[in-house]
């Protein structure tokens, strides 16, 4: 089955650092992939949804400076948080559309710490 | 605005009985729900889905409901089993395109022996 692929699984950094997390569909190629972000014991919130070849959507409320968004390829699409502050800190998943199979397939997510 | 909601956020159920997961929506557009489990620190894996044109689909130990009159789908899971423990996730979109989805706030399932 399609298979995507989250990288770091757990990331610590810096207050002003900046992170950048891979998203990788595995077996499939993904002109679509969306990010979310989930606060504990809180809902996953879509942040922006990554297209191949354009700019990324990002959802209201959602600063596209500082979660940079690239989807250079037909099966990764990058996140960068910049300058992260500890708020920023959060589990991080990213999604795939197998388009063939149409089948969404999550990520097994990122964990950002901000120090 | 949390156009997905699930109202329990937590439910414990005994090894065996019938599980019960509810969940609500707000956006009559919404034509197409999912179902997804996730253990802590791993991404959501899908369980299962059910379209507007339906009103009931199964999957083995797994049957989601859907009543679009009242906005309301439930997850009924028969027998419930220890491995079950998880927190599920209800989540509604469009058919037929690469759509994000909307989530709802989860329910934690607990089973117990």
């Known amino acids: 089955g399609a298979v995507v692929s989250q990288h770091p699984s757990w990331v610590i950094c810096k207050s002003g650092t900046s992170v950048k997390i891979e998203c990788r569909s595995l077996d499939f190629q993904a002109t679509t992939m969306f990010w979310y972000r989930q606060f504990p014991k809180q809902s996953l919130m879509l942040m922006a949804t990554s297209n191949e070849g354009s700019k990324a959507t990002y959802e209201q409320g959602v600063e596209k400076d500082k979660f940079l968004i690239n989807h250079a390829s037909l099966t990764l699409s990058t996140l960068t948080v910049t300058s992260a502050h500890p708020e920023d800190s959060s589990f991080y998943i990213c999604s795939a559309v197998d388009l063939t199979a149409n089948v969404l397939t999550f990520g097994a997510g990122s964990r950002l710490t901000v120090l | ?113």
């Not at chain 2, 996730?38 to 059910?50: C, D």
């Not at chain 2, 083995?60 to 996730?89: C, E, M, W």
Request: with cysteine.
């Open chain 2, 1 to 113: 605005d949390q156009q997905v909601k699930q109202n329990s956020p937590s439910l414990s159920v005994q090894e065996g009985r019938i599980s019960i997961l509810n969940c609500d929506y707000t956006n009559s557009m919404f034509d197409y729900f999912l179902w997804y489990k996730k253990y802590p620190a791993e991404g959501p894996t899908f369980l299962i889905s059910i379209s507007s044109i339906k009103d009931k689909n199964e999957d083995g130990r797994f049957t989601v409901f859907l009543n679009k009159s009242a906005k309301h789908l439930s997850l009924h899971i028969v027998p419930s089993q220890p491995g079950d423990s998880a927190v599920y996730f209800c989540a509604a979109g469009w058919a037929g395109t690469a759509s994000k989805l909307t989530f709802g706030t989860g329910t934690r399932l607990q089973v117990t022996l």
